[in-house]
């Protein structure tokens, strides 16, 4: 039985304590302070990103910048708020410049994320980009070829949909993908209407809709607990409500 939710949120703010102290990799020498996440304790949404940028190393938030704001107008167009959800980063520590999270970061701040997840127990986890797909997919295949199509898993006791879609920071300044990360988005209501228990599991039958695209990044990662490989879930069948996409359009997503 999972813990009570006044145990949760202890042991929430407990890790995140723990997330601000630590020295666990080189990257604690050189950031303004730990990101650890934020957010509802008992979200059934949960954001995984790829590392802090500048603004959120300075604030200690997640998604501040000009990413966050866009992931904040994306959340609107399915009419929640950020703090009806949860926002983690694979890495809680920013790398010098932005550059990509090294192996060793990623191994040493991931369990971290999963006890997020463990505690958390969200229905559905939202990779954002290359990096938090490949990492809680424990697949090679690039965010290009996975986006919009959602995985049924299970992370360290917890049934889930992982649910890939496109970096809002990649998508800023490229229109294309920006259309295609509204259209994603739009699907996430009806995700979150779907049992993760009922999906079949990883033995599921996998049905990709664009196994033809070509990877755009082949940069690899290692996983962790995945101990699955995940199974691409049937898409939800329908188109979202034309309300949704409305909004949507009215937000210039599509
Ligand atoms: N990009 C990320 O991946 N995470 C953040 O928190 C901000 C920008």
Redesign the pocket.
Known sequence: MPPATDDIVAALKALHHEIEACTGCPLHESRTKA?PGEGDPHADLMFV?????YH?DQQGR??V?Q??KLLDRLLASIGLTRDQVFIA?VLKSRPPNNRDPQPDEIAACTPYLWRQIELIRPKVVCT?GNHATKLLTGSQRGITKVHGVPQATEINGVRLYLYPIF?P?AALYTPSMLTVLGQDFARLPQLLTQSPAAAGGPEAAAESRRDAEPDADPGAKPASPPTEPAAEAAAPESRPASATEGAAEQLGLF
């Open positions: 990101v990103g790829e590392a802090p940028g959120e997640p998604f910048g990413a966050g980063n954002l970096h920071a």
